[in-house]
């Protein structure tokens, strides 16, 4: 019983940084399943299970706050389910520890540029080009959501990062898109692992147990990302992607735990400061909007 109760805070938590932050979820979940000794088919079984039902509550509350660009959930949506079909029929014969130095690397370098773009920024006020096109989602959601499937979290990381590092939604849009899509990925994980693994070999009261928590949260993260500023979210975001790749990266090559645990730090505290700093420049930005306002109406009064 107290593992469940453990299990609900860390759905709550995850839900609430997923909700925010268009990722984290699974990674965090499928974490402690896996420190916990659960097989790591089983775990992304559970994971994939729970998120079916916290993927319809936070969808529903990013939709009803205004996060969503539903043209980019309706291409996402297809691929996205057979790529997390794929993924989950063919972990128990995938060593998933090989891809995910390839797959750090690339959402680092990712990560990275997110946070130079709303950096750079200065003062300006962030932009956003066209929307993003199909033959950009659709290899996309394919190759997320098989990552997803096969790492138990990778929908979020691959899916959020591609479409902030592109530039063509709005923050708090690509968490809201990214989030109501991860609904079919969840289904279409869920079904291949139902295939894969049978019903008997998924443990319901993880998945359960998650799932409550991760309810409770979507709500309140959705409603974060309606009210934080694009800058501030985008820093936000990409900070947690370079936090999350460079430990992995560096665990799979090998440093010791207090090498890592260092550099860790290290990226934290970059963080946070790239947070502070984009908060400063933001009201820096509205300052500005302000008085340029307050002028405008003085010439027309």
């Known amino acids: 019983m107290r593992k469940l109760i453990v ?9 609430l940084i997923d909700g925010s932050l268009g990722m984290a979820y699974g990674v965090t979940s499928s974490t402690l399943l896996l420190a916990v000794g659960v097989a790591p088919a089983a775990a992304s079984a559970a994971v994939h299970f729970s998120e079916i039902g916290t993927s319809v509550v936070s969808g529903f509350s990013h939709h009803k706050l205004g ?18 079909f794929i993924g989950a029929t063919l972990l128990s014969n995938l060593d998933g ?5 390839i797959v750090a690397v690339i959402l680092l370098s990712l990560g990275v540029y997110v946070v130079y773009r709303f950096l750079r920024l200065g003062g300006a006020r962030p932009t956003f080009k066209a929307r993003p096109s199909a033959r950009f989602l659709a290899p996309m959601g394919l190759i997320a959501g098989c990552l997803d499937a096969v790492g138990g979290g990778g929908w979020g990381p691959v899916g959020t990062t591609s479409l902030l590092s592109s530039g063509r939604l ?8 990214i989030d109501t899509s991860e609904f079919v990925v969840a289904v279409g994980g869920s079904l291949g692992f139902l295939l894969g693994l049978g019903a008997a070999n998924i443990n319901w009261g993880y998945a359960g147990a998650l799932l409550a928590g991760g309810v409770i949260a979507a709500p309140i993260a959705a409603w974060l990302v309606k009210h934080l500023a694009a800058r501030v979210l985008g820093v936000a975001a990409g900070g947690l992607i370079i936090l999350t790749n ?9 440093v010791p735990g207090v090498g890592v645990a260092g550099t ?8 946070i400061s790239g947070i502070v700093w984009a908060v400063r420049q933001e009201r820096i930005s509205r300052a500005a909007l302000a008085d340029e306002e307050r002028e405008l109406e003085m010439a027309t009064a």
């Open 7 to 15: 299990l609900g805070v860390v759905g709550l938590i995850a839900q």
């Open 67 to 84: 996060n969503v660009d539903w043209r980019t959930v309706s291409i996402l949506a297809v691929p996205g389910f057979v790529g997390a």
């Open 97 to 101: 520890a090989v891809a995910k130095p």
């Open 170 to 177: 709005e923050p708090r849009k690509v968490v809201g898109s």
């Open 246 to 254: 460079s430990k992995t990266l560096l665990e799979a090559v090998g």
């Open 264 to 271: 860790a730090a290290v990226v934290f505290v970059l963080w």
